[in-house]
């Protein structure tokens, strides 16, 4: 992907328009186009993922892999401030609080 994003979902969007794979643990690819593109949202992703309008993200297919993937760049206490953030919302739609728990923590 050729420019920057503002967001990530805005980045997350474009991936899923251009059909880049944010899988995981993709065998083919590794997702590297995705990771690679990560690096052009104006802010780091630490920053991106700590402020994102989750509202605006879960309307996004593929959301949760693509989100999967960029929480896993992140140090253990990058991690920790991102979800510190998060869990600081009133209300959490309940599919990402599901994601959160139940994926990025794997309980």
């Not at 990560?38 to 994102?52: A, K, N």
Request: some cysteine; glycine content about 2%.
């Amino acid at each position: 992907m050729d420019r920057s994003f503002s967001s990530f979902p805005e980045l997350v969007l474009e991936a899923v328009t251009k059909n880049v794979c944010v899988k995981p643990f993709c065998t083919t690819c590794g997702a590297l186009e995705f990771r690679r593109s990560l690096q052009t949202l104006r802010q780091s992703v630490q920053v991106c993922l700590r402020d994102i309008d989750i509202e605006t993200l879960v309307q996004v297919q593929r959301w949760d892999e693509a989100l999967r993937i960029a929480y896993g760049e992140l140090s253990f206490d990058q991690q920790r401030e991102v979800v510190q953030r998060w869990l600081e919302q009133a209300q959490l739609p309940l599919r990402f609080a599901d994601v959160v728990v139940f994926t990025l923590f794997e309980i």
